[in-house]
């Protein structure tokens, strides 16, 4: 199997300490009585106020869920509501200067030893209900994103087994497991909610609500229809142009899944900012007065292979004929028009680490690559299968479905999953196991096999 990188799924509340010990405690169940989310407010509708008050964004796909650290949030754009809006992230990255940046809950930072960063923060940030901002609400973010099991994309970034360190009301050490010398850099998705109310939440409130320090709030929530958003009068910007003070009162984040629909919505006023309208729409948009923008990224479309438990992807010349197999210029240009590169690396490049020469794509050669299925010994019975999902990034199943294509004409016996379940597609991510899924076999599903980095692999020959 090969899973493609999502993000990760839900796991118990964690029990809070603010004791400086540095140590990680064990997700527990809690005793205490739940308590109400914070009663939203009816946003005014959209008549109901003038244009420079109130703002419609639409996006391809209805976030599975907006509470922030529940199974359906994730680092899509889809998901803008549960993490850009209401939440600051611990640090962030200016992609005009490439620099990491903080945001408004912090003032500065500096590395103490190989494995320990200080965080500074700043005095006055409340998250939406009024509760502080500080040492402790940070230490419970980190350790909270550093379980596995969690629904949160920050571990993706800094690993598992994060711990933080209290050391006054407004300075906190990030204790990482293993030195980490760039961990702000990969700090970018570490989120916060205020843990009084995450701890005393049902499961439900805390699917329908996030209750951060963003610049935005949440007061209004129709599956199906859309978000309401208002303004968070006590946010507290910074200089950071990526912190800036919000100025538009309202938003209504709705979704429509066709993108001639979302360009439409564009050029008859209905909304004011869409994502993904497609490269045929372009001037469609900038005809009506609308405007388009192509933003940067840092990610890229990968495939992970399990080079561990699957029979065939751990032979070499397997893996190399997979990869001589597609024409990926030309697929991109046919997808894109042009408009992106090949890359043979995890990263784009101006990364650390990525030169000319490691990203060098690998040319298009059927014959080499059934050369190679065949020095291999390659055996068809054994299935080289995607597992992907639908939402997660522009052209991505169609990306999917021309490389399943590829690798058939060259003998390969593959086929794509499609998995809409986010909480699905997550636990895949997340097992990495490939065989050890195999529920005939071993009677367990992907979430059970989370420990496969601690088994050993299948006996087979060599």
Partial sequence: MIPQATSAPEAPAMTDSSSGSGTQEQPQAQETAPTAAPAPTQAPPPAAVSAKDHAVVVTEAEPASIGMWSEGCSAEIHSMGCTDFVSDFLTWLDDRTAEIVPLSGVESWEQI???????????????????????????????????????S??????????TGEVINDLTFHAVCPNPCPIYPRTALFSDFQDPEWFENATEEEKALN??????????????????????????LPNENWFAQAPTIQYLTHTYRAEAPVRSAMIQAGEANWAA?????????????????????????YTLVFDTVFHEELAKQ??????????????????????????????SMKGTVGITDENSKWREYNPELARQLLAEAGYDPENEININTRPGSNIRGLELMEATIQFWRDVGVDANLNSHGDLGAAREIQNSGCGQFTNTEMYGEGYRAAMDCGSREPLDRPT
Wanted: charged share 20%.
């Fill in 113 to 151: 030893d190989l494995d320990r960063w200080q965080f500074n923060l700043r005095d006055g940030v409340k998250f939406h209900n009024g509760a502080p901002w500080n040492a402790a609400a940070a230490k419970y973010g980190i350790e909270y994103n550093a379980f596995p099991a969690n629904p």
């Fill in 210 to 235: 996030s209750i951060g320090f963003g610049p935005y709030k949440i007061i209004g929530y129709t599956p199906g229809v859309s978000t309401e958003f208002e303004i968070y009068e006590d946010y």
């Fill in 276 to 300: 993904d309208i497609g490269f045929e729409e372009v001037d469609n948009v900038v005809n009506s007065g609308g405007k388009t923008v192509s933003g940067k990224t840092a990610e890229v």
């Fill in 317 to 346: 010349k397997v893996r190399l004929a997979l990869t001589h197999a597609i024409d990926c210029q030309t697929m991109l240009d046919s997808f894109f028009g042009g408009r992106i590169p090949c890359h043979n690396a995890i």
């Fill in 153 to 162: 994309a920050s571990i993706s970034w800094t690993g598992p087994d994060m």
